[in-house]
Nanobody
Framework: QVPLVESGGGSVQAGGSLRLSCAASGLAYSSSCMGWFRQTPGKEREGVAAICTRGSVTYYADSVKGRFTISQDNAKNTMYLQMNVLKPEDTAMYYC???????????????????WGQGTQVTVSS
């Protein structure tokens, strides 16, 4: 069983919105934290947003604060990333991930995440 499956990527013009979804298996969804990461060719995968403690706390990278919102639906074992006011620099492959354990301050550190989805492409044109 694939633990994490992303959907919702696509192409949009700058200023537009997209919502990404991440359907998780029970094992992955019961993790301490779930997060969204993104990666462009030649660059390291960077943390975008994380949600921990069954949705009670959230964390965001400075580059997306005020524009992106992470949430989860515990009844559906699904995590979301609402992306508004998209910019061309948001163009990337977006991955959802789950961390069984987490240390304070490392919520957006990819090294703590053990489950990964296959990714969904987001392209923002100017």
């Amino acid at each position: 069983q694939v633990p994490l499956v992303e959907s919702g990527g696509g192409s949009v013009q700058a200023g537009g919105s997209l919502r990404l979804s991440c359907a998780a298996s029970g094992l992955a969804y019961s993790s301490s934290c779930m997060g969204w990461f993104r990666q462009t060719p030649g660059k390291e995968r960077e943390g975008v947003a994380a949600i921990c403690t069954r949705g009670s706390v959230t964390y965001y990278a400075d580059s997306v604060k005020g524009r992106f919102t992470i949430s989860q639906d515990n009844a559906k074992n699904t995590m979301y990333l609402q992306m508004n006011v998209l910019k061309p620099e948001d163009t990337a492959m977006y991955y959802c991930a789950a961390a069984r354990l987490m240390s304070t301050g490392y919520w957006l550190n990819r090294g703590w995440y053990s489950y990964w989805g296959q990714g969904t492409q987001v392209t923002v044109s100017s």
